[in-house]
């Protein structure tokens, strides 16, 4: 099935890339997120380790919109913020069909994405509004 996350046995899948293996590939990059910044620590508690990782791997991809590189801890705030305003099983699907399919797309984007997907999810009755992100039915697997 084409554009799957897959969650088992340690391994986060985002297609056929495997998010690990992308962040250890890329090892030598840094992803500023500035754990030391209580806002940006604070936003990101709601994610799980899995979920962080892929997270990790979507501002790889948004660094490499960046003529610099680099992608500020004010940007990251930006984002993290506007992404509190959605279910974590949203977010994590429109971060996951970014990754896949539109690298070179700036984090605006998956804004775009972000919306599209909770309207879906919305409609057919699979938004888990006001669930933690483990409590998400269907998290570990989803199609995008």
Do not use: C
């Not at 030391?36 to 660094?63: C, F, G, M, P, T």
């Not at 605006?108 to 879906?120: A, K, P, Q």
């Amino acid at each position: 099935m084409k554009g799957v996350v897959t969650i088992s046995d340690g391994r986060v899948l985002i297609g056929n890339i495997d998010a690990l293996e992308f962040l250890k590939e890329n090892a030598g990059r840094e992803v500023e997120l500035n754990v030391h910044n209580d806002d940006i620590e604070r936003l990101l508690k709601r994610y799980s380790r899995e979920q962080r990782d892929i997270i990790d791997a979507y501002w790889l991809v948004i660094k490499d919109t960046r003529k610099t590189g680099n992608v500020a801890d004010s940007v990251i705030q930006k984002e993290l913020e506007y992404w509190s305003r959605f279910p974590v099983n949203v977010v994590m699907k429109a971060i996951a069909i970014h990754i896949a399919r539109y690298r070179g797309k700036k984090e605006d984007y998956t804004r775009g994405i972000m919306r599209r997907v909770n309207e879906e999810m919305s409609a057919d009755g699979s938004n888990q509004k006001g669930k933690r992100s483990d409590d998400a039915a269907g998290y570990g697997r989803f199609a995008i």
